[in-house]
């Protein structure tokens, strides 16, 4: 039996009860990693399979015929904690032999809303109460501040504010963590590509992480035909798909390569 | 000719290439709304009309008939500042009727982020500096920290940190001044309802803009079928419709009503 797990769209961190912090992805690369999939097994007649698919609720999903849904499993999930216990979950559970991360994982969660004007105040008050005042006084005010706006509370829209969060935890991390020998794919999404930016962030999120492939990509060339980057293979390129359907065919391909 | 606007979905906050906040709102109530109009302009064999519909990209929309469809003014926005122009032309150049501002708008734009470590420097650096220091100096730090991340780069994640958010500036307000005598039908959504607080929120919102009716109505009650609320014309209770469509009938019936 072959487990393959794939993470698709952009979490969502809620702010409060009519706000939230989405982190944007259509998810379509990962609908072609899992189309890539089913063609490389239709193609050497693999029938013992079972492509575990981590979705946001936005993701993007296209037809499949009743056999390959037969095949799938859907996991719905929301924020970043909710795709940390998924993963967690699958991996204690299931032996999983490739995992496709492509998923945009927020890397911060809410924590508190405070007017400039409260958060100004209360480290005004506390230098005025306190002879001697340390950056970590300062910083656990920042942190946690006494003025915040209650949790329940709708933000009010009178005042300008500032929000406070928190990192979440890394969900990447785990997946080597639990299974070592599970084929790893990260992703890394850079802004701007000087000095050779890119190559270097995927180098350190596979170092950080025991990745085996790293797709590394610039913001810019995000599009489904003219996407390009490089894929990366221990750290040396080994491909340079352009389109999404070309991306996912080289991960998926370079994947099932090494697992066998 | 009759002209109605009505504006749909949530406004959407970018803060760098990958994050954006956004208002949570499927826009339902808005297309309900639009459904009612048309009923209402049927019924009453009106021919001359435009229908002026506001909307985000995510807002739902449902099937016209091609007579229908030529008679709605599709405009489409993206964040508080584009609602706010799309608004502002609008009302300079058409005679607005009706406007129905149901739109979950972000009162607030991303202006910075800042690790909490970073800014604690800063604050704490400029105590050490000066003898004196204010609570307006801390103010002014917190509104634009030296220390904030470059605009165009990716947000890093490795450490915790703040972000900083200026308001923007209020649509609403923006009606009743370019027209007076446009009908105003604004939204109020509040988090809980503690000691008739809803209606006073709603009061507030109708005084400060110039509203001629408020639909009111608590988070906890949005719901397609069971959406309750209370609808409100200037300042008295005249209907508390049960659902979406119901809503929508009792706001477009009693705007027709006051208009003719």
């Known amino acids: 039996m072959i487990h ?24 379509s690369l990962s609908w072609f990693c899992l189309e890539a999939v089913l063609s490389y097994i239709e193609k050497h007649k693999i029938e013992a399979y079972t492509i575990h698919y981590i979705k946001a609720s936005r993701a993007v999903t296209n037809e499949l015929n009743a056999e390959q849904a037969s095949h ?6 929301t924020n970043t904690q909710s795709v940390y216990n998924a993963v967690e979950t699958l991996m ?30 209360e480290i005004y008050q506390h230098i005025a109460a306190n ?23 709708k933000i009010s829209s009178s005042q300008e504010i500032v929000m406070g969060f928190e990192t979440t935890p890394k969900v990447i991390s785990l997946i080597k963590k639990i299974k070592h020998n599970t084929f790893l ?12 930016h890119m190559i270097k962030q995927a180098e350190k999120l596979r170092l950080a992480n025991n990745c085996d492939a790293v797709f590394a990509n610039k913001a810019s060339q995000l599009s489904v035909k003219g996407h390009a980057g490089v ?23 370079l994947a099932f390569q090494k697992i066998n």
Chains 1, 2 share one sequence.
């Open 92 to 121: 204690n559970e299931v032996d999983v032999d490739i995992f496709i991360h492509a998923m945009a994982i927020s890397d911060f969660s809410y924590a508190y809303s405070v007017a400039k004007s409260d958060l100004a105040e």
């Open 185 to 196: 794919v990260g992703f890394k999404l850079v802004k701007h590509n000087k000095d050779n």
């Open 131 to 153: 002879k001697k005042i340390s950056k970590k006084d300062i910083e656990a005010i920042i942190t946690n501040p006494k003025s915040k706006h209650s949790a329940d509370a």
């Open 4 to 27: 393959i797990a794939i993470t698709a769209g952009g979490t969502e961190e809620t702010i409060d009860g009519v706000r939230k912090i989405t982190n944007m992805s259509s998810g």
């Open 72 to 77: 799938i499993n859907f996991i719905e999930v």
């Open 231 to 253: 894929l990366l293979y221990k750290g040396e390129p080994v491909a340079h798909p352009i389109g999404k359907k070309e991306i996912a065919e080289a991960i998926v391909n």
